[in-house]
T-cell receptor, first 114, second 113 residues
Framework: QQQVKQSPQSLIVQKGGISIINCAYE??????FPWYQQFPGKGPALLIA?????SEKKEGRFTISFNKSAKQFSLHIMDSQPGDSATYFC?????????????FGKGTKLSVIP | DSGVTQTPKHLITATGQRVTLRCSPR?????VYWYQQSLDQGLQFLIQ???????AKGNILERFSAQQFPDLHSELNLSSLELGDSALYFC????????????FGQGTRLTVV
């Protein structure tokens, strides 16, 4: 079963703090790892993505850390703001295997309090 | 705005009925993906089309079907609806067929009563 396990289920962070969300996968054929942000009533929005040939990717306040040997990756949100309050999904896919579906984690509901 | 357009936004229908959800991908995107989002199952991949042809199938019920037309818009047909089919249905599109850089529409909320 291709699974992506995401934790924690919910997270409360003070404004200005660092939010950290973790994901683990089993399928070693996965080679594309995006993070999506979803606000209530909206569709998931692509935030940042990484390939396994790099260990870290940073875009603004968002950083993905990737550990290939541990089959884990995480999203760090620096200087978290109330506007970051949303549900975050990690995902994974295998771009070379003929089936390019994204397998999603269950999501993390982030609340950033002032 | 992702550029992916889904209609309708909301749909309420009775059990046993059939509905059609429509998706217009971003300009230039050849690939369309359909996902179902429910509270208990999360985001589940249903089916992918690439340039008019079915590319991959996920956990899609036999009562559900989809197609992609020559103008690249896609429709998801849900028939013999059951209460458990109530969910958010998302369409996503990408330029290539490899699932990367997939952009999601705002979804259709289906309520079966």
């Amino acid at each position: 079963q291709q699974q992506v396990k995401q934790s924690p289920q919910s997270l409360i962070v003070q404004k200005g703090g660092i939010s950290i969300i973790n994901c683990a996968y089993e399928n070693t054929a996965f080679d594309y790892f995006p993070w999506y942000q979803q606000f209530p009533g909206k569709g998931p929005a692509l935030l940042i993505a990484i390939r396994p040939d790099v260990s870290e990717k940073k875009e603004g306040r968002f950083t993905i850390s990737f550990n290939k040997s541990a089959k884990q990756f995480s999203l760090h949100i620096m200087d978290s703001q109330p506007g970051d309050s949303a549900t975050y999904f990690c995902a994974a896919s295998s771009t070379g295997a003929g089936s390019y579906q994204l397998t999603f984690g269950k999501g993390t509901k982030l609340s950033v309090i002032p | 705005d992702s550029g992916v357009t889904q209609t309708p936004k909301h749909l309420i229908t009775a059990t046993g009925q059939r509905v059609t959800l429509r998706c217009s991908p971003r300009s230039g995107d050849l690939s369309v993906y359909w996902y179902q989002q429910s509270l208990d199952q999360g985001l589940q991949f249903l089916i992918q089309y690439y340039n008019g042809e079915e590319r991959a199938k996920g956990n899609i019920l036999e009562r559900f079907s989809a197609q992609q037309f020559p103008d690249l818009h896609s429709e998801l047909n849900l028939s013999s609806l059951e209460l458990g089919d109530s969910a958010l249905y998302f369409c996503a599109s990408s330029v290539g067929g490899q699932g990367t850089e997939a952009f999601f529409g705002q979804g259709t909320r289906l309520t079966v009563v």
